[in-house]
């Protein structure tokens, strides 16, 4: 596979990541949503402690830990960067080939 095929396979990749958890994110919202509408009663606590902050969720609703859920992963879908660098041209092959040092000059 040629540098740029490569290129165009990763960001390839990573799109569809992007897509399909900002789908899942919508579709958690979604049921949330549906969740309230329809008035379903069930409590649930959470609770998470990291590096000394506590953070509590207590809730009679499914219906809103569905929708933090889903908006996390959208915020996640958004948020989320990952770069890539593509050189291409005389100048990129000088750069990516790897150094090779000289042999010794006495082999003895």
């Known amino acids: 596979m040629t540098d ?5 396979a990763t960001l390839s990749g990573m799109m569809l990541l992007k897509i399909v958890v900002f789908v899942l994110g919508y579709l958690t919202i979604k049921i949330g949503a ?12 959470f609770k998470s402690e990291f590096h000394g902050f506590k953070g509590d969720l207590a809730s009679a609703s499914p219906g809103l830990l569905f929708l933090l859920v889903g ?18 041209g005389p100048a990129a092959a000088e750069q990516s080939a790897p150094s090779v040092p000289p042999p010794p000059a006495n082999l003895e």
């Open 34 to 45: 549906s969740l309230l509408r329809e008035g379903v009663r069930g409590e649930f606590q």
């Open 71 to 88: 908006g996390v992963l959208i915020g996640y879908a958004i948020a989320v960067d990952k770069p890539i660098s593509y050189r291409s």
């Open 4 to 8: 740029q095929g490569l290129y165009f």
